[in-house]
């Protein structure tokens, strides 16, 4: 989780907008919710930000959270991801570059990672398949490498490691 020393103010100015479209209050427990959606720089469910909620505002429940985070997604402001848990995590969209995900299976971290070759071979396909992407989601699942450290069953993938830019997501 890095926390940022921004403001935010755009998107909330985006946030509030769409509100007022969606015949809305504002309410301070809502903006509570985007404040710290905004400052939460990580993959989260509906029940990790409200955990995150509470300890601000313990009065804040859960469906508020749950309806906060699907009006954050329907302003382009949140983004649903799944990595095969069954769990729908949000993480920020607005102003982030597209990316892809690592999951490792054992403890859960999620790796984000872009790469130029992987995306152009990606249209190349579709290209030849006469197809029209519009967006795509792309998972990796495997063993992390603190993981693969710390369990002797797991020996690390030798040679072709993919060329990869490895980030973790701040913005532009
Ligand atoms: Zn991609
Ligand atoms: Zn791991
Ligand atoms: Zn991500």
Redesign the pocket.
Known sequence: MVKKKEDFTKEKEIFLEHIQKAGLRRTAQRDLIMEIFLKTED?LTSEDLYWLVQKHDPSVGHTTVYRTLKLLTEAGLARE?RFGDNKTYY?HHYNHEH?D?MICTECGK?I?FFSQAIESMQDEMADKLGFHPTHHSLRIWGVCEECQKSEVTHSAPSGAQPKVRMRS?TGI
């Open positions: 993959h991801v993480e990316h995900h999620v984000e997501m």
